[in-house]
């Protein structure tokens, strides 16, 4: 009698414990009465962000919510770049947020960061004096490692690239901050820069005004179109079939 006494002990202990704790659970488990946001923040604002992370949360319980789950819908907000997010007591949650760090404007409408990832800059304007590259869709991570050499070796030369073009097929093309946009295509790319440089220094540099675009596309030379002249004066122009 007395063992099975015992059982029946231990079988309603477990049963006070049970209840007690769904009691408990469901008394922590209250609806969130606050959202925190720690972290730098250089472009967007605390009043943006939370807009964004209100309807993540808004109905659900402290508890019940699943910090996984919520930190992945909170990556596909704008801006954002990395989240944490944990509970702190009384019914609150922390998101520490990590910005994106825009390095260059990508096919007209979007920003890449300097992974080479692109992301909706919307509803915050872009920071001014970023270069200006486009390419093929996954193509930013190339994109953006290419301007990073391309820059250096003009910024030699006294000039910026403003704009760098990945083409479909695979040309590229580029506009210097002057304006003049210089077709570099598809192959022998570095043997042409090399020979773009030494017309640089030798001539063109003192003649920028005046350059509309270089065509790089040609075995051994540098073809140069100018202002004031059209597409029928000769072989000073770009012939656009060079490749």
Do not use: C
Not at 1 to 13: E, K, Q, T
Not at 165 to 186: C, H
């Amino acid at each position: 009698m007395s063992s099975r006494g015992s059982l029946l002990g231990v079988v309603l202990l477990l049963l006070v414990l049970g209840a007690g704790g769904r009691a408990l659970w469901l008394w922590l488990d209250q609806p969130i009465e606050r959202v925190a946001i720690r972290g730098e923040l250089n472009h967007v604002t605390a009043v943006y962000l939370r807009s964004q992370l209100a309807p993540l949360v808004d109905g659900r319980t402290w508890l019940s919510i699943s910090l996984p789950a919520l930190r992945r819908e909170a990556r596909d907000i704008g801006w954002l770049a990395e989240v944490r997010v944990s509970r702190e007591w009384p019914y609150a949650l922390v998101f520490e947020l990590v910005e994106q760090q825009p390095v260059a404007r990508w096919n007209d409408d979007r920003l890449l960061n300097p992974q080479g990832e692109p992301f909706d800059p919307a509803p915050v304007p872009p920071p001014p004096g970023l270069p200006d590259l486009s390419g093929p869709p996954g193509s930013g991570a190339e994109v953006l490692a290419y301007y990073e050499r391309l820059a250096p070796r003009f910024g030699d030369l006294g000039v910026a690239i403003s704009q760098l073009r990945l083409e479909a097929r695979g040309a590229w093309r580029f506009q210097l901050d002057d304006g003049i946009w210089v077709m570099l295509g598809r192959s022998d790319r570095e043997a042409r820069l090399a020979r773009l440089a030494a017309a640089w220094r030798r001539q063109l540099g003192r003649a920028m005004s005046h350059i509309r675009y270089i065509d790089l596309r040609y075995p051994n030379g540098v073809a140069v179109a100018w202002h004031g002249e059209t597409d029928g004066d000769g072989a000073a122009l770009v012939a656009r079939d060079g490749e």
